[in-house]
T-cell receptor, first 113, second 114 residues
């Protein structure tokens, strides 16, 4: 079945540095790749997404890149700030055998001031 | 709009007890789903629904029941709670009738089963 692997599980960066989180997926039919941010005590919230017809999407300090051939996509956060500290999840849909979204295990990002 | 709401926020149960986790959304979304979140395992899909009267199983459905009598509500029932069901439960909704769109999550219910 569909599997989404996310790395690293924990990432610590200095304020102002960049952070990169990578995910790989197995279902070649997947064509929508969202990234969610979960702050402490809250539900996940979408921060950026990309569809398979583009290779990169940017929104201010965050960007997502997609390599469909290699089946991986990455989240890039530049000029990190303490408020970026959170858990980040990637996800990939699996619409064969039902409408399901498979999430990665999450990356806990610490931004040190 | 209140978005996706969940009640209760916290619950402690004894093994064997039953309870219902409530979820409601006011965005007229057809797609609703329940996830459980455990350390190091991300979000795992329990059950989902593509509209009133239609439900289907996710990855980890055992021990849970759902129903969808209205578009707004999607309750999750634990028939006989077990310690393995200790987790944080999230309800989510989406306007799309598939998984290719943004999901909006509720604030979660923390459940402890003793």
């Amino acid at each position: 079945g569909e599997n989404v692997e996310q790395h690293p599980s924990t990432l610590s960066v200095q304020e102002g540095d960049s952070a990169v989180i990578k995910c790989t997926y197995s279902d070649s039919a997947s064509n929508y790749f969202p990234w969610y941010k979960q702050e402490l005590g809250k539900g996940p919230q979408l921060i950026i997404d990309i569809r398979s017809n583009v290779g990169e999407k940017k929104d201010q300090r965050i960007a997502v890149t997609l390599n469909k051939t290699a089946k991986h996509f990455s989240l890039h956060i530049t000029e990190t700030q303490p408020e970026d500290s959170a858990v980040y999840f990637c996800a990939a849909p699996r619409d064969t055998g039902g409408f399901k979204t498979i999430f990665g295990a999450g990356t806990r990002l610490f931004v040190k001031a | 709009n209140a978005g996706v709401t969940q009640t209760p926020k916290f619950q402690v149960l004894k093994t064997g007890q039953s309870m219902t986790l409530q979820c409601a959304q006011d965005m007229n979304h057809e797609y609703m789903s329940w996830y459980r979140q455990d350390p190091g395992m991300g979000l795992r899909l329990i059950h989902y629904s593509v509209g009133a009267g239609i439900t289907d199983q996710g990855e980890v459905p055992n021990g849970y029941n759902v129903s969808r009598s209205t578009t707004e509500d999607f309750p999750l029932r634990l028939l006989s709670a077990a310690p393995s069901q200790t987790s944080v439960y999230f309800c989510a909704s989406s306007y799309a009738l598939d998984s290719q769109e943004t999901q909006y999550f509720g604030p979660g219910t923390r459940l402890l089963v003793l």
